[in-house]
């Protein structure tokens, strides 16, 4: 819809196109994505979720994406027509290949650097960039080829952008951060606000000069209305290839690794750094000046107070190995139980500890 | 404040334009609307919260709105003039019903196609819609009649706005979004950036298109700086009547059901769909590919993490039945001396087990 | 980076600068601040957290900021030459001035009205206001001396600043707002977007209208994307000195006290009122109609649901005092345990009761 290569291709060339096998019709031509209780026979579809797998047996889909272990004769479709499968090893990678190849990626409008916007011009702009209406490029900015600026983008002075970033509506880039290459903001990012740094003397909270920045590195992108604080002093760093969902908000000086997914909403404090490939789903949150390993992952809404090993899987607030908040929230929708259990041992001690009436 | 008709009407008119009853003198001339502890003698006032009931005592409010079961010998005034009181069957509404008649909503400033908006030539304007100056109308964009868009909202291409639509300062409309009639989008509200989805391949995270888009019904309001992710494949729909507070985030491919109230910072994770009247309060997490029933209503801060039937009410992290909640909430309180008392009892019973010393 | 005054002083003038003393080589020349582990000759330095005491002894800083407690026969640099110290009674606001003096904050590119700016006739400008392009002003807004609008930034028709505000990027200022002197905006800050506020009548979320505004007094901060409703009636106040960090959200009518710090992602629902120097860490929630003493501190992610008293720390959720929040978190752990020692209990008990089998 956003994007349309209005391709037609056969199940056959999908299948090769991922490394995959094809067990069915692979002369079906297919012109398109959708989910499995939308799609129709000239659209590939994939099982996006455990939850709909009895939506194999009633699909139209033209062909379904699966993993090798799944075969035509585990699906029963009654009377329906079999589904043509295209068995692949990583059947989630081979649908977004399919995805890119049928539609791509959103197609951004031929534009160059519009009338309307603002470029200062001490600012150095690639080649091909595309500067939109009431987008701002602040002095001795610079912005790498290929790159493109949405209306109401605002890079200021001296920041500088790599090739290939996007930045859409209203996001924002402060003086001096630096961007790598093919770096994404979604609307109403801010790169590079002031970090919160408040020197309370006599009761009064005194403004720091937050003289650092904010780097993102190459790949990273950044979910709309999110925010990354620049560092008081030195970077607050994004590494490469970590995607942050919306309305995260990362505290100064944070140091995250290569590769994380931070899901929406989630908060860091100031000064912690995360390993590589770490998972934090939504909700949660990470105190300062915390070391969290690589691999960690952590469950929504878990409220990580203190260093994280590598490898280790948390939830819970304070968040806990996983296993062991699998076992204590397991146990707290017990507790009145567990009270009244206590209780009732109480009594039956007492009980035993009273002599037996001697009038009995 | 922000709008003010200035219209004075009697006690006796207000309370026919609502349906109530006056206790008290139905010839005072009111004004306006102003809070209990406040409001003068030419204003019109109601009872917000329980907690603010000792103010009928000593407000000098010129009328109270008051349900049909208080009465004016209910409130000791002391040596003050007794209350003017309109009972009604639903105060908070009539209310409501009286602020709209005597200040009525923000009143929008005149105003045409600004020279200063930048619409694309290819984009439909209905009749008398207000384009502020550095707002931005995409490429065969569609804006139904009398739409307001302020200073610095983007409505992309091909995005779609039925009538009488309010997009706030720098809101943001992505591409092939659609808005039925009477949508509102407050400042900084994001509606349709990609949805965050990665497939992870060889540790690299690799960006799934998001082709599809989203779809607010009519009467949807969304609040300051809250994100609606787009669609992976075909719509993230907010069903009519639904009201969003701010900083909420909806994940792509949400169903979120008609007359919602989701409070602020709520987050919901992808796929998950919500019947009609659900109420989350604030912070409020949810997890993905979950079924959410009608009239279902989330404590704030709640964790959910399953599905849950209509009409239940859920409370703490993860998420339980309301009643179980609170159970468990208040012996959470009292886990320290549950602690306390086993081991007390540990004590007791090893002392029960020893047979007495035999020097005794 | 983002400011930097280049000058040049020695360790002896910074020491008389801050009132404290010098313990090693004060004609040193420093000429900025850097981290520890960053930190060269010509740099001052600070000890920001306690984990990175460990640094004091291999730094190459200039000088580092401490306390009279800490001496330089304290720090074991081995073969390294020893530390110059300056120390300070409050170390930390002591390194404030350091940096304020040696950097400075943000120096605002010179710029007087853009001619890209949209300012309406009926507003007022105080003398020397910097308005950015595609910034705008609103009718019978009020701007006051010195002020700085960033582009795109939003002030309303009849909103009122003092003198020496920052408005950064995108940040949106509602009609009829008042800001005192030395408020600062970060991008994407929202003031006075309407409350949420709507009256259920028959199934259907009827808006009322918002006619109140927000005022924040002198020396307020909000952060990036954070949101204050404006009122229904009256106006949300924030009262001076207070600090928000990024992407808090103040409900309307809500008092916030003098010199809060309210950390990023913390949710204050509607008419709650705080004393003075409240300090909320990130995440927390706090529910509607409620007062906060003076004094009070909240741990990261708290769920308040009722009145907290003066000079109370509170954790958890539901928040409680902060002593008995870290026994119950720490019994939490151990819940799994009490479950087993209480199944143990039962089977003993039991045991017990149960008379010795006779054919034994």
Redesign the interface.
């Known amino acids: ?4 290569n209005s391709r037609t291709v056969t199940v056959a060339e999908l299948a090769a196109h991922v490394g995959g096998v094809v067990a069915g019709d692979g002369q079906r031509p297919i012109s398109g ?3 499995l209780n ?1 799609a129709g026979p000239q659209d590939a579809s994939f099982l ?2 455990i ?1 709909y797998t009895q939506q194999l047996a009633v699909t139209n889909a033209g062909c379904v994406i699966v993993s090798h272990s799944l075969k035509p004769s585990d699906i029963d479709r009654g009377s329906l027509a079999p589904l043509t499968l295209i068995q692949t090893a ?1 059947p ?2 081979s ?2 290949e399919i ?2 190849l049928l ?4 197609v951004h ?1 031929p534009m160059s650097v ?1 009338p ?1 916007a ?1 470029v200062a011009k001490s600012a150095k702009l690639g080649a091909n960039c595309q500067i ?3 987008a ?1 490029v ?2 001795n900015a610079m912005v790498g080829d290929r790159c493109v600026v ?3 983008a ?1 890079i ?2 001296r920041a500088r952008l790599g090739d290939d970033c996007i930045v ?3 996001a ?1 880039i ?3 951060c630096v961007l790598g290459n093919r770096c ?1 903001l ?3 990012a ?1 790169i590079g ?2 970090g ?1 740094g ?4 006599h ?11 904010v780097i993102l590195e190459d790949d990273v ?1 950044i ?3 999110s ?1 990354i ?2 560092a ?3 970077s607050t760093t994004i590494a490469k ?1 970590t ?1 942050l ?3 995260v ?1 990362i ?1 100064h ?1 944070c140091q995250i690794g290569e ?1 994380n ?1 931070l ?3 989630v ?1 860091i ?1 100031g ?1 912690t750094q995360t390993g590589h ?1 770490v998972v934090f789903a ?2 949660v ?1 990470v ?3 915390l070391t969290i390993g690589n691999l960690v992952r952590a469950a ?2 878990a ?1 990580i ?1 203190a260093d994280v090993p590598d490898g280790q899987d948390v939830g819970g ?2 968040a ?1 190995e996983m296993k ?1 908040a699998k ?10 139980e ?2 009244r ?2 209780r009732e ?2 009594r ?2 007492a009980a ?2 009273t002599p037996p009436s001697t009038d009995a």
């Open positions: 819809m956003a994007a349309d994505c959708r989910s939308l996006s979720n939850k990583d989630y990678f649908f977004r995805v890119v539609h791509g990626f959103r409008a519009s309307l603002a939109h209406p009431f701002c602040g002095e949405y209306p109401g605002v200021m002075a859409y509506p209203n924002v402060y003086d001096d994404v979604q609307s109403g801010v606000s002031d919160y408040f020197a309370t003397h009761g009064i909270h005194h403004k720091i000069p937050q003289i650092g920045n992108e979910g709309a209305n925010i604080e620049r008081a002093m030195e290839g995607k969902g919306n309305a908000v505290g000086n590769h997914l899901v929406s909403q908060g404090a000064s490939h939504g909700q949150g105190a300062g000046h929504a809404q409220g107070a607030t304070p806990m062991q076992r204590v929230y397991l146990q707290l929708y017990q507790l009145p567990i009270a259990k206590l041992l109480q039956e001690i035993m500890k």
